[in-house]
């Protein structure tokens, strides 16, 4: 019997984040979006959380040294065609996974991750300046909510000429595209991609769902996995907020607190 010939090996994508050990957010979430969009995940962790539904009971941040040695692992052996970061939690681990991105020649997400769906701080505020200066600027596309929009430029949003002005803001710390993410803003969520000369506003359904936790790392890495798949930004992000809605819409109850999205609603509905 003939032997069959080896597959193709898939896009392959990179996270550099958090444990979420509840399994809704951080790597975990990562993960579960690249299977679903059908490439090879890959990860680089960043630091340890003990974590549920209630929110973060504790966080251990890992040695630059061990991400930087999980990051060259994986990239000069096995490659990427793009990477995503979350949670890095102080300025050295920043400065650390933005030096290793400018070496890196694949497209880079960035989730200035700032503070968990309980709002547990999960960047020490030291920090921000070296994700202003030195994260920022090697980003393809930054995906920042509008706490983390506050936290790094001071720009209170309150409305869609205010998430303009956040995102003039923003693109002048160096990333080619910016999405300000409208989510916590009354009526249905619009977000907005800008690169400041295009604008495209991405509008879709509130579901009246409370189990959203994940949803910021989730709508992050389903871009990374576009871009790695060969679509350019606004395809990546326009499929990536498709994919993040129906999660919501099919989130469910876990704990006592706040469940998480749905990362395999397309298998479980059969589409």
Known sequence: MPIPAPAAAPARVLTVAGSDSGGGAGIQADLKTMLAHGVHGMSVLTAVTAQNSLGVQGAWELPAEAVRAQYRSVVDDIGVQAVKTGMLSSALLVETVAELLAGTAAPAVVDPVGVSKHGDPLLAAEALDSVRTRLLPVATVATPNLDEVTQLTGV??????????????????????????????????????????????????????????????????????????????????RGAKGYVTGAIAAGFPLGAGIGPVDHGWRTRQGS
């Open 156 to 237: 209170r949003v309150t409305d869609g000429p205010g998430m303009l002005r956040a995102a003039a803001a923003l693109l002048e710390f160096g990333p080619r595209w910016v999405v300000v993410k409208g989510g916590h803003l009354p009526g249905d969520p619009v977000d907005l991609l800008t690169d400041g000369t295009e604008e495209h506003w991405l509008p879709a359904p509130r579901h009246d769902n409370r189990h959203t936790h994940g949803t910021g790392c989730t709508l992050a890495s389903a871009i990374a996995c576009g871009l790695a798949l060969g679509q350019d930004v606004p395809t990546a992000v």
